[in-house]
């Protein structure tokens, strides 16, 4: 229990740094990379002589080590093959995704794979359905992504050392199977555990006094947020561009995607001819998708509004529930005016709540644009756990650099709310609302973490138990020369 505590807690204060699945590592559960914008280890479809050796292992399971040769093979799990370049492959990926890998080492990547290739095997089993449009769907967003980043499909294959795009993505659509199928058999087995109050109570007094959690210093926030106001003869600009454009396309035969690289306003898509490929679990707006999903093949859409500003949308291919489609976005031009008009309400709303006329909650209620929080006082919520605590050395540094001088009571001046999706700019004041300083944990003041740590141990016990459970009935083997790892699972049967 004691060092299961130290693990938890150790994975605790490396979650915003890493992600969670790499804290899994720590006790042996790893889950695969879950960034769509990366690509995770992977899982080359094996040879016909690897698939030859690996069945030649299963048939002389019982023959001494020594008699088989498994060369390039790490490791069998069920009806996955690691090879020892998998291995290497994703250390390169971990480092390019800029994870740190001084404590990584190679027996414990490879414990990872074997964990990843059993969640897989076993939700083949489970009759765990994964789709091939799913799959393509996550391929085509990572593809995307990856053009964006580096400016072309060529210089992406050329990074991975592929002669052409197919080959590509007949690899990324297995690693990509694999990672869901192995994710999804995760879900299942932890998704539906609970933690009631009284178990984080006794997960807390098991806790000896002098190794509690340290927590560092914390801030609660509040902002008044006000949205500058956009006149409807702009909106009506916008809206009649958008038509021309469409008018254009349909009678005169332009190139949408032409359209879209000269007059989006979409850094995700300009550059590409506004393409997406997307599904409905694709996570853009509603009115989007509600929108995209309505369409037949080669139509264009209305203009039609979003929180990002005005859109047509042109349906190039549907593939069953996915769409491939190219747009443009245009946000009408907000006037110095409305600016203007904004951030002297928020000075007026800010002098209110110094004269004591309002309480900062009251004024948020009242007069606050954002509907997120207006309704909790102007409460921000810490989008990796929803408390309503920011940890110093943790916290956007956007959002640290407008707060860190604000004194006790202060409130800051008008400032830009910079959304990093896009959108319309909105301008907010801010203040403290509570400070925390580093201490060790307090059960009632930092009930919120010590749940979450409670939680994790209950998960952990219940995937030590599946993995425990399943390594047993499932076919293992690990090469002579792995045996020696030290893993944290008991993969080398005896």
Not at 19 to 24: A, N, Y
Not at 331 to 334: D, F, G, K, L, M
Not at 361 to 381: H, I, M, P, V
Not at 421 to 437: E, H
């Given at each position: 229990m004691k060092l299961l505590k130290k693990k938890i807690l150790k994975c605790m204060d490396k979650m915003n740094k890493i992600?969670?699945?790499?804290?899994?590592l720590l006790w042996g559960s790893l889950s695969a990379m879950a960034q769509i914008d990366s690509i995770p280890d992977t899982q080359i479809e094996p040879t016909e002589e690897v698939l030859l050796a690996s069945a030649d292992i299963k048939k002389d399971s019982t023959k001494s080590?020594?008699?088989?040769?498994?060369?390039?093979?790490?490791?069998?799990?069920?009806?996955?093959?690691?090879?020892?370049?998998d291995i290497e492959k994703t250390l390169i990926d971990l480092r390019s995704q800029g994870a740190s890998t001084a404590d990584i080492t190679r027996c414990?990547?490879?414990?990872?794979?074997?964990?990843?290739?059993?969640?897989?095997?076993?939700?083949?089993?489970?009759?765990?359905l994964v789709s091939d449009d799913e799959v393509n769907a996550t391929s085509d967003r990572q593809i995307q992504q990856l053009v964006a980043q580096v400016g072309s499909m060529k210089k992406v294959l050329k990074f991975y050392?592929?002669?052409?795009?197919?080959s590509f993505r007949k690899e990324l659509f297995e690693i990509n199977k694999l990672r869901i199928l192995s994710e999804k058999m995760q879900q299942k087995i932890v998704g539906d555990i609970e933690i009631t109050p009284e178990e984080v109570r006794q997960f807390f007094n098991k806790i000896p006094e002098a190794e509690r959690p340290v927590f560092g210093a914390e801030?609660?926030?509040?902002?008044?947020?006000?949205?500058?106001?956009?006149?409807?003869?702009?909106?009506?600009?916008?809206?009649?561009?958008?038509?021309?454009?469409?008018?254009?396309?349909?009678?005169?035969?332009?190139?949408?995607?032409?359209?879209?690289?000269?007059?989006?306003?979409?850094?995700?898509?300009?550059?590409?001819?506004?393409?997406?490929?997307?599904?409905?679990e694709t996570p853009f707006v509603k009115e989007f998708k509600d929108v995209a999903f309505s369409l037949q093949q080669g139509e264009i859409s209305e203009p039609f509004e979003t929180t990002f500003g005005y859109h047509i949308i042109y349906i190039e291919k549907i593939r069953g529930q996915e769409l491939d489609l190219r747009h443009i976005l245009i946000?009408?031009?907000?006037p110095q005016s409305a600016i203007e008009k904004a951030t002297t309400q928020l000075d007026s709303v800010r002098q209110m709540v110094l004269?004591?006329?309002?309480?900062?909650?009251?004024?948020?209620?009242?007069?606050?644009?954002?509907?997120?929080?207006?309704?909790?006082?102007?409460?921000?919520?810490?989008?990796?756990?929803f408390d309503s605590r920011f940890e110093l050395t943790n916290m956007d540094p956007t959002l640290y650099n407008q707060v860190r001088n604000l004194k006790d009571d202060e409130i800051s001046r008008p400032l830009l709310e910079d959304d990093q999706?896009?959108?319309?700019?909105?301008?907010?004041?801010?203040?403290?609302?509570?400070?925390?300083?580093e201490h060790v944990a307090d059960f009632a003041k930092d009930y919120i973490k010590i749940q979450e740590l409670a939680l994790r141990e209950k998960q952990f016990n219940a995937i030590k138990e599946w993995m425990n459970k399943h390594i047993k009935d499932t076919y293992v083997s690990v090469n002579e020369g792995n045996k020696s790892c030290n893993f944290a699972n008991n993969w080398v049967k005896e």
């Open positions: 992600g969670l699945s790499l804290c899994f080590p020594n008699r088989v040769k498994l060369d390039g093979i790490s490791a069998v799990v069920g009806d996955y093959v690691i090879l020892d370049s414990g990547l490879l414990g990872k794979l074997m964990e990843d290739r059993l969640y897989a095997h076993q939700a083949v089993q489970d009759s765990i050392k592929k002669e052409d795009e197919v801030l609660e926030i509040a902002q008044i947020v006000k949205e500058p106001e956009i006149p409807e003869t702009e909106k009506q600009k916008v809206i009649d561009k958008l038509n021309t454009i469409k008018a254009d396309v349909e009678e005169n035969n332009a190139s949408f995607s032409v359209k879209a690289i000269l007059y989006s306003q979409d850094p995700g898509s300009k550059s590409k001819g506004g393409f997406y490929s997307m599904t409905r946000s009408p031009e907000i004269d004591g006329e309002l309480t900062f909650a009251e004024a948020a209620l009242k007069y606050s644009d954002q509907k997120e929080t207006k309704f909790d006082g102007g409460k921000l919520r810490n989008p990796i756990n999706r896009g959108g319309a700019p909105k301008y907010k004041i801010l203040k403290i609302t509570n400070r925390y300083d």
